[in-house]
């Protein structure tokens, strides 16, 4: 069974404050992803990385960073945390070739106070 | 960001009660897929349809593209407090590239 797993899944942060989410996946995917999930507005990507140090802007990058230094670690930076970051954060991970199966860690939801 | 639009937003049913949710798009969708989250979890990846008119069945649930493959729909029969749960569609935009509809959450009242 792949598994991505998310480090915290829980988060109280204060505005200002620099925010770091994990995500760790076990089945060797290339492909990795996060995605904020808010009521109403589905899921909207933040970043994905296609290989080791490799990053591509999604459609909701400001605000954000990302770091990929390891193919199973995909790493999600808020710089300066912001009451309008408060969100469910879900990661993803998919295998080279295939489009169709994406697998998604249990998510993080994160409140900036 | 286009946003697939899913019908109804919110559903709150009798359990072996029948219901369908929608999801449609303005453009065509190439290929679609179903995905299910339960509280507390990621999206699992229930189906993906492909051909226009295609259907697909997974156990109660029924899975249909529509001919312009503009639309879908997922039909639950007998629904089971199990199948509470937020649905979501979502298309395939480009490698690696996902649209998400906005969602239909599910609940099943024993």
């Known amino acids: 069974d792949v598994k991505v797993t998310q480090s915290s899944r829980y988060l109280v942060k204060r505005t200002g404050e620099k925010v770091f989410l994990e995500c760790v996946q076990d089945?060797?995917?290339?492909?990795m992803f996060w995605y904020r999930q808010d009521p109403g507005l589905g899921l909207r990507l933040i970043y994905f990385?296609?290989?080791?140090?490799?990053?591509e802007k999604g459609d909701i990058p400001e605000g954000y960073s990302v770091s990929r230094e390891k193919k199973e670690r995909f790493s999600l930076i808020l710089e300066s945390a912001s009451t309008n970051q408060t969100s469910m954060y879900l990661c993803?991970?998919?295998?080279?070739?295939?489009?169709?199966?994406?697998?998604f860690g249990p998510g993080t939801r994160l409140l900036v106070l | 960001t286009q946003l697939l639009e899913q019908s109804p937003q919110f559903l709150s049913i009798q359990e072996g009660e029948n219901l369908t949710v929608y999801c449609n798009s303005s453009?065509?969708?190439?290929?679609l897929q179903w995905y299910r989250q339960e509280p507390g979890e990621g999206p699992v990846l229930l189906v993906t349809?492909?051909?226009?008119?295609e259907v697909k069945k997974l156990k109660r649930l029924t899975f249909q593209f529509g001919d312009a493959r503009k639309d879908s729909s997922l039909h639950i029969t007998a629904a089971q407090p199990g199948d509470t749960g937020l649905y979501l569609c979502?298309?395939?935009?480009?490698?690696?590239?996902?649209?998400f509809g906005t969602g239909t959450r599910l609940k099943v009242l024993a």
């Open positions: 990385s296609y290989d080791v140090k490799m990053k």
């Open positions: 349809v492909v051909t226009g008119g």
């Open positions: 993803a991970s998919i295998r080279d070739g295939d489009q169709e199966t994406q697998y």
């Open positions: 089945m060797d995917h290339e492909n």
């Open positions: 453009s065509v969708f190439s290929s």
């Open positions: 979502a298309k395939v935009s480009g490698t690696y590239k996902y649209i």
